[in-house]
């Protein structure tokens, strides 16, 4: 069974900056399609970044997020992290994790923007306050 841990979460002031990290667990395979989605009080769930783990260059982000945040992966530690910089109000959500093995790295990138993902972890709050 797949598990996912989010971690990072936190208070930050507006233009600083965040870590968050996802360990997965009970993976089949050695690549995985991950991505990191977000919903706030009252608003719909969206993607926000995805990547493809272990090979392949694929990255995913979302239009309000590119140039302020990163992802990347440690496929050594099965960990994706989400560097967040520039923080803004609106970035303020619950975070998660959610990951599929169901995709190669060339039909990651369209589950993402269906949020086709099989696992998804417990979430991380943000908070950023102007």
């Known amino acids: 069974q797949v598990q996912l841990v989010e971690s990072g979460g936190g208070s930050v002031q507006a233009g600083g900056s965040l870590r968050l990290s996802c360990k997965g667990s009970?993976?089949?395979?050695?690549?995985?399609?991950v991505a990191w989605f977000r919903q706030a009080p009252g608003k719909e769930r969206e993607a926000v970044a995805g990547?493809?783990?272990?090979?392949?260059?694929?990255?995913y982000y979302a239009d309000s997020v590119k140039g302020r945040f990163t992802i990347s992966s440690d496929d050594a530690k099965n960990t994706v992290y989400l560097q967040m910089n520039n923080l803004k109000p609106e970035d303020t959500a619950m975070y998660y994790c959610?990951?599929?093995?169901?995709?190669?790295?060339?039909?990651?990138?369209?589950?993402?923007?269906?949020?086709?993902?099989?696992?998804w972890g417990q979430g991380t709050q943000v908070t950023v306050s102007s």
């Open positions: 959610a990951e599929t093995e169901r995709f190669a790295y060339w039909t990651c990138n369209g589950a993402i923007e269906r949020a086709d993902l099989d696992y």
């Open positions: 009970g993976y089949t395979y050695n690549s995985q399609c």
């Open positions: 990547i493809y783990t272990g090979g392949g260059d694929m990255k």
